[in-house]
């Protein structure tokens, strides 16, 4: 069994990406003793460092890198090793110009910048395997090495390429995947458009054509280009389990939504030891922690529940969006602790010392081009100090209340062309769910549609437009068997090739809905429609409506305009032990939280009313003990009614009864008993 924690690591993980090939090695002893005053205790390096590691084809440069380790271990840092496989040398692509991936347009991307790889590459391939050699070998058994790096963020900044050795690759993939041509032919349906293939080699990626292509064909060229990029990490993983046992292998995912739409993190997780993740506030104007939580929920969701670790975020702003507000004082700390009570080992940068050239010299840092005299330096030394005072908390898992279901592939099917409306995206309905359920003061795991969600009393499917059978028959004895099920419009509509099911929509969840879908009647931009309940209440729906026709469903909501006036729009199914409720329009926040109330009470979930908005509570639970994080993101001070008496961790005082949480604060109690 390979260990799943960085080795050595004794607390929990603080630091960042450590880049000092930037810097005279001068600044390396300013580094370190800057390191110790903030309680650093895991540091990433080497993830872009191949140029400097192989200057020359096979020469290789080991001196810094040793020099470098010695010097962190020196100083009781642990080390995130890289293998640096994103960036080969420009001397690589001058040897091997077909390793730079090409685009669907057939342009080919240039050596300048980063992670322009073509993953079917063969040179590519053995190049990369010869520097994990190196460095595995070399480092092995360093006394500083915690964990391995593999490569970085897997999906960007290219998330396929379509270069003939893609194609060639493809077709070895399809011919692994179906056996035949046949079956080729069949499951993408090239009967429509006379697009059928007489034989293997005839099939392509899929390039730019006249109009749209076979979607059978794309969303199994995602499928394909994700599990090659999969190949190469397993390939480097294993080379690194081989010949450095004992030390786990990473490679830092970004599952916030927004971020990565190329990878399908519930294959990758079970590839590495240890889930990490790196996040970036998205800031649109949006509520930046909801999404942050979502992001934090659904990594430890692809760890299986196991504890994760946030290897990247942000001390301040960013460099990549159009407008990159600075973090407010106390936002990093709510940040970086607000991914730790959703399981994170501990909280890491991008990046420790701010550059002064490169592409990214205006993305904040822990040391700031101001230096320690700054705001971001002091809040930095404090979070360390906070981390240091949560130790304890290392192993214990986060419990949700709630399971949402969300599959990349059925994403990636939705996003295809030419569905009822291109105003319906199964992300806005993921965030907007989500957000309902924050705002509901519940934790939510994401689940994958065929697993086990026997252990959650209410499961919500927010857009899940591919449903394999398996997936519709697990959800309906999940109802079956005692469950609440939430399903939002167009959900099960289509199995694993995209093709729809047989007969009345939604073909894999009509049975668990009691109900058929006749018709979608998409809205027009602007357009909305009102839905009136057994009260009279209304609420308000856009972008889509349906012709729902009940079977042994009852309708509760009613379209009350629109073009399915008259009909229902919400319906409430009973099925053996459980409910499953039914919304055949798109709710907006207001509509989302009725409903979502009518089915937390159906559920049985008690609920925390008492918590105002924006107050964040979420409990990890563990050998050591039970721990009640209270994030305050409002600018009021607030009390928290404690279930037990317990310590606050971050000031060593005793909670009894009420916790008081002052505006913009994080508390963390250890609850006794
Ligand atoms: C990503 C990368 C880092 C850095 C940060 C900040 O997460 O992994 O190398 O570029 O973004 O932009
Ligand atoms: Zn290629």
Same mark, same amino acid.
């Given at each position: 069994?390979?260990?799943?924690?960085?080795?050595?690591?004794?607390?929990?993980?603080?630091?960042?990406?450590?880049?000092?090939?930037?810097?005279?090695?001068?600044?390396?002893?300013?580094?370190?003793?800057?390191?110790?005053?903030?309680?650093?205790?895991?540091?990433?390096?080497?993830?872009?460092?191949?140029?400097?590691?192989?200057?020359?084809?096979?020469?290789?440069?080991?001196?810094?890198?040793?020099?470098?380790?010695?010097?962190?271990?020196?100083?009781?840092?642990?080390?995130?090793?890289?293998?640096?496989?994103?960036?080969?040398?420009?001397?690589?692509?001058?040897?091997?110009?077909?390793?730079?991936?090409?685009?669907?347009?057939?342009?080919?991307?240039?050596?300048?910048?980063?992670?322009?790889?073509?993953?079917?590459?063969?040179?590519?391939?053995?190049?990369?395997?010869?520097?994990?050699?190196?460095?595995?070998?070399?480092?092995?058994?360093?006394?500083?090495?915690?964990?391995?790096?593999?490569?970085?963020?897997?999906?960007?900044?290219?998330?396929?390429?379509?270069?003939?050795?893609?194609?060639?690759?493809?077709?070895?993939?399809?011919?692994?995947?179906?056996?035949?041509?046949?079956?080729?032919?069949?499951?993408?349906?090239?009967?429509?458009?006379?697009?059928?293939?007489?034989?293997?080699?005839?099939?392509?990626?899929?390039?730019?054509?006249?109009?749209?292509?076979?979607?059978?064909?794309?969303?199994?060229?995602?499928?394909?280009?994700?599990?090659?990029?999969?190949?190469?990490?397993?390939?480097?993983?294993?080379?690194?389990?081989?010949?450095?046992?004992?030390?786990?292998?990473?490679?830092?995912?970004?599952?916030?939504?927004?971020?990565?739409?190329?990878?399908?993190?519930?294959?990758?997780?079970?590839?590495?030891?240890?889930?990490?993740?790196?996040?970036?506030?998205?800031?649109?104007?949006?509520?930046?922690?909801?999404?942050?939580?979502?992001?934090?929920?659904?990594?430890?969701?692809?760890?299986?529940?196991?504890?994760?670790?946030?290897?990247?975020?942000?001390?301040?702003?960013?460099?990549?969006?159009?407008?990159?507000?600075?973090?407010?004082?106390?936002?990093?700390?709510?940040?970086?602790?607000?991914?730790?009570?959703?399981?994170?080992?501990?909280?890491?940068?991008?990046?420790?010392?701010?550059?002064?050239?490169?592409?990214?010299?205006?993305?904040?840092?822990?040391?700031?081009?101001?230096?320690?005299?700054?705001?971001?330096?002091?809040?930095?030394?404090?979070?360390?100090?906070?981390?240091?005072?949560?130790?304890?908390?290392?192993?214990?898992?986060?419990?949700?209340?709630?399971?949402?279901?969300?599959?990349?592939?059925?994403?990636?099917?939705?996003?295809?062309?030419?569905?009822?409306?291109?105003? &319906? *995206? @199964?992300?806005?309905?993921?965030?907007?769910?989500? %957000?309902?359920?924050?705002?509901?003061? =519940? #934790? $939510?795991?994401?689940?994958?549609?065929?697993?086990?969600?026997?252990?959650?009393?209410?499961?919500?499917?927010?857009?899940?437009?591919?449903?394999?059978?398996?997936?519709?028959?697990?959800?309906?004895?999940?109802?079956?068997?005692?469950?609440?099920?939430?399903?939002?419009?167009?959900?099960?509509?289509?199995?694993? &090739? *995209? @093709?729809?099911?047989?007969?009345?929509?939604?073909? %894999?969840?009509?049975?668990?809905?009691? =109900? #058929? $879908?006749?018709?979608?009647?998409?809205?027009?931009?602007?357009?909305?429609?009102?839905?009136?309940?057994?009260?009279?209440?209304?609420?308000?729906?856009?972008?889509?409506?349906?012709?729902?026709?009940?079977?042994?469903?009852?309708?509760?909501?009613?379209?009350?305009?629109?073009?399915?006036?008259?009909?229902?729009?919400?319906?409430?199914?009973?099925?053996?032990?459980?409910?499953?409720?039914?919304?055949?329009?798109?709710?907006?926040?207001?509509?989302?939280?009725?409903?979502?109330?009518?089915?937390?009470?159906?559920?049985?979930?008690?609920?925390?009313?008492?918590?105002?908005?924006?107050?964040?509570?979420?409990?990890?639970?563990?050998?050591?003990?039970?721990?009640?994080?209270?994030?305050?993101?409002?600018?009021?001070?607030?009390?928290?009614?404690?279930?037990?008496?317990?310590?606050?961790?971050?000031?060593?005082?005793?909670?009894?009864?009420?916790?008081?949480?002052?505006?913009?604060?994080?508390?963390?109690?250890?609850?006794?008993?």
């Amino acid at each position: 069994m390979p260990e799943t924690a960085p080795k050595g690591l004794t607390r929990l993980a603080f630091g960042g990406d450590y880049n000092p090939e930037q810097w005279p090695e001068s600044v390396w002893q300013e580094d370190v003793r800057l390191m110790r005053e903030a309680g650093v205790t895991l540091v990433s390096v080497g993830i872009f460092s191949w140029a400097l590691l192989e200057p020359e084809p096979g020469v290789y440069d080991f001196g810094w890198l040793d020099r470098l380790l010695d010097l962190l271990h020196d100083n009781g840092v642990r080390v995130d090793l890289g293998t640096p496989t994103v960036v080969p040398p420009a001397w690589f692509y001058r040897a091997h110009p077909d390793a730079l991936p090409v685009t669907a347009d057939g342009v080919r991307y240039a050596f300048g910048s980063r992670g322009a790889i073509c993953h079917s590459n063969a040179d590519y391939r053995a190049a990369a395997a010869r520097i994990t050699t190196e460095l595995a070998e070399r480092y092995a058994s360093h006394p500083a090495l915690a964990m391995w790096h593999v490569h970085n963020e897997y999906g960007v900044p290219v998330s396929a390429c379509y270069c003939d050795s893609c194609a060639a690759h493809f077709r070895r993939w399809l011919r692994t995947t179906y056996g035949t041509v046949e079956a080729v032919n069949e499951a993408w349906g090239t009967a429509f458009w006379g697009q059928r293939y007489a034989d293997l080699e005839q099939i392509t990626p899929p390039r730019t054509a006249p109009t749209v292509g076979n979607p059978g064909q794309a969303l199994d060229y995602k499928r394909f280009a994700d599990a090659t990029m999969r190949e190469n990490f397993v390939m480097e993983r294993d080379i690194l389990h081989r010949l450095s046992p004992g030390v786990p292998v990473t490679t830092n995912f970004m599952t916030a939504l927004s971020q990565c739409d190329s990878v399908d993190y519930w294959a990758w997780g079970r590839e590495v030891d240890l889930v990490t993740n790196d996040h970036y506030l998205i800031t649109d104007g949006r509520r930046t922690h909801v999404n942050l939580a979502m992001a934090a929920d659904l990594t430890r969701s692809v760890a299986g529940g196991a504890p994760w670790l946030l290897l990247e975020h942000s001390t301040s702003g960013v460099n990549w969006q159009p407008r990159n507000p600075a973090k407010t004082p106390g936002q990093m700390a709510r940040n970086s602790l607000a991914h730790v009570a959703r399981g994170s080992e501990g909280a890491l940068f991008f990046q420790w010392r701010q550059s002064r050239r490169g592409a990214e010299k205006f993305h904040s840092a822990m040391v700031p081009h101001g230096g320690t005299d700054t705001r971001v330096w002091r809040e930095v030394v404090e979070l360390g100090a906070s981390l240091d005072a949560l130790s304890e908390i290392r192993g214990t898992r986060t419990r949700a209340d709630v399971a949402v279901l969300w599959d990349w592939h059925s994403w990636w099917a939705q996003n295809l062309q030419w569905r009822p409306s291109e105003d &319906h *995206d @199964a992300r806005e309905r993921a965030d907007a769910f989500y %957000a309902a359920l924050y705002d509901h003061h =519940l #934790t $939510v795991d994401f689940a994958h549609p065929e697993a086990d969600l026997s252990a959650y009393p209410l499961v919500v499917v927010p857009a899940l437009y591919l449903m394999t059978e398996a997936a519709g028959r697990n959800v309906e004895r999940y109802v079956e068997n005692g469950g609440t099920l939430v399903v939002s419009y167009f959900s099960g509509i289509v199995d694993e &090739h *995209d @093709a729809v099911h047989e007969g009345a929509h939604p073909g %894999a969840l009509r049975n668990v809905l009691g =109900l #058929t $879908v006749e018709e979608f009647s998409p809205l027009l931009q602007g357009q909305s429609v009102r839905i009136t309940g057994p009260d009279g209440s209304a609420l308000t729906g856009d972008v889509w409506t349906e012709f729902v026709v009940p079977r042994d469903a009852e309708p509760v909501w009613t379209y009350a305009d629109g073009p399915t006036a008259g009909r229902p729009a919400v319906t409430r199914h009973r099925l053996g032990e459980g409910t499953a409720w039914y919304v055949s329009t798109r709710l907006d926040a207001q509509g989302l939280d009725v409903l979502l109330g009518c089915a937390v009470e159906d559920a049985g979930i008690a609920g925390r009313a008492d918590l105002p908005r924006d107050v964040e509570v979420v409990r990890r639970t563990g050998e050591s003990g039970t721990y009640l994080f209270a994030i305050n993101h409002t600018a009021s001070d607030v009390k928290v009614a404690l279930e037990a008496d317990g310590t606050e961790l971050l000031t060593g005082e005793r909670a009894a009864g009420r916790l008081a949480l002052p505006a913009g604060a994080v508390r963390v109690v250890r609850l006794h008993g």
